[in-house]
């Protein structure tokens, strides 16, 4: 199973990034994928995270309104489109991945199987 983040970079706040996370080595419909980020010096957090149908989202009150997380099971893609940033939002974003995941889970790191290596997100004053 491989996670392949991508879409991180150098913005300004107020700016917009659109992340991706590509899933191969699994049936993608099947799995839940989460996105989560870590500040340095600071512990990994929930971000947001997309059920298997897509039909339920989850975001952390940090992002929510800002952030829109959306599927594409024919490209086996999760994207997390991120506007309004701000530098708060500087992190290293990881998608991860869980098959057998329930909803009230879904926002906890320790439960997902599978992780990609990260992107870096910074976001300049």
């Known amino acids: 199973v491989q996670l392949q983040a991508s879409g991180g970079g150098l913005v300004q706040a107020g700016g917009s990034l659109r992340l991706s996370c590509a899933a191969s080595g699994l049936t993608f419909r099947s799995i839940v994928v989460g996105w989560f980020r870590q500040a340095p010096g600071k512990e990994r957090e929930f971000v947001s995270a997309i059920f298997r149908s897509g039909g339920s989202t989850s975001y952390a009150d940090s992002v929510k309104g800002r952030f829109t997380i959306s599927r594409d099971n024919a490209r086996n893609t999760v994207y997390l489109q991120m506007n309004s940033l701000k530098p708060e939002d500087t992190a290293v974003y990881y998608c991860?991945?869980?098959?057998?995941?329930?909803?009230?889970?879904?926002?906890?790191?320790?439960?997902?199987?599978?992780w990609g290596q990260g992107t870096l997100v910074t976001v300049s004053s």
């Open positions: 991860a991945a869980d098959r057998r995941l329930i909803l009230s889970s879904i926002r906890d790191g320790s439960q997902y199987d599978y």
